[in-house]
């Protein structure tokens, strides 16, 4: 077993607009924050949480594929783009409204 598959799904306050984001209940790995979507770069692979940058990554697209949204997430420190999978919870018009 590779250890890529370990999650970790945690509630955490937003560090950008200060909110708490409960647990996923949806079964998949909180990474980002429900209203404002900024999540920061703590993993290599979903929810390892290895990664040692720490960085703000900010939204900056959303795509949609197959019904599904796909969120584009840009690391303000290290300029790495990662894509996440939007969850249920998420509130996407905040993005919508801001850019
Ligand atoms: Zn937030
Ligand atoms: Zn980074």
């Keep these: 077993m590779s250890d890529k598959f370990i999650k970790i799904n945690e509630s955490f306050k937003c560090v950008y607009c200060g909110i708490f984001n409960e647990r996923d209940t949806h ?9 404002c979507l900024y999540s920061l770069h703590v993993d290599i692979y979903p929810g390892d949480r290895r ?5 703000i990554m900010k939204p900056i ?3 949609s594929i197959g019904g599904k949204n796909i969120i584009y997430h840009k690391c303000l420190v290290c300029n790495k783009i990662k894509k ?3 969850s249920i919870d998420d509130n996407l018009l905040n993005f919508y409204e801001a850019y």
């Design 27 to 35: 079964g998949s790995c909180r990474n980002h924050c429900t209203e």
């Design 51 to 55: 990664e040692k940058c720490n960085g």
């Design 61 to 63: 697209q959303i795509e």
């Design 84 to 86: 996440n999978k939007s």
